[in-house]
């Protein structure tokens, strides 16, 4: 198995959560502070935090701190890991359903033959 499954499974798991998910599509349209950040969601700052954190260790976002400010930045290299890696699994089965459509047309025409 690669390297990078450790890292995957990180990314994965942050992205798990409806929550954490809501904070990268933010997130893509530019930083964001923390408290920017926590204003859509019915939640304590800790918990927020908590998610902030996951994502951070899955290295789906970077903050830094200005003064009393913590802004959140995406880090898109890891969600083009993300993509390539469902790209890869997206052609593979694809491949397989292309040979079992070819494989099931070929058993078809062997049937209707005299």
């Not at 359903?97 to 033959?113: H, I, M």
Request: hydrophobic content about 35%; charged content about 30%; glycine content about 4%.
């Amino acid at each position: 198995m690669p390297n990078y499954s450790d890292d995957l499974d990180h990314t994965f798991r942050a992205l798990a959560d409806p929550t954490r998910r809501a904070v990268i599509a933010r997130l893509i349209q530019g930083p964001a502070s923390v408290s920017e950040l926590a204003e859509p969601f019915d939640m304590a700052m800790p918990s927020l935090m908590q998610h902030l954190r996951v994502l951070e260790s899955g290295g789906l976002i970077r903050s830094s701190k200005q003064g009393r400010v913590r802004t959140c930045h995406i880090e898109p290299v890891q969600l083009q890991r993300a993509q390539d890696w469902i790209a890869r699994q997206r052609a593979l089965w694809e491949g397989r359903l292309d040979r079992l459509d070819d494989y099931l047309k070929t058993t078809r025409s062997d049937e209707d033959a005299p």
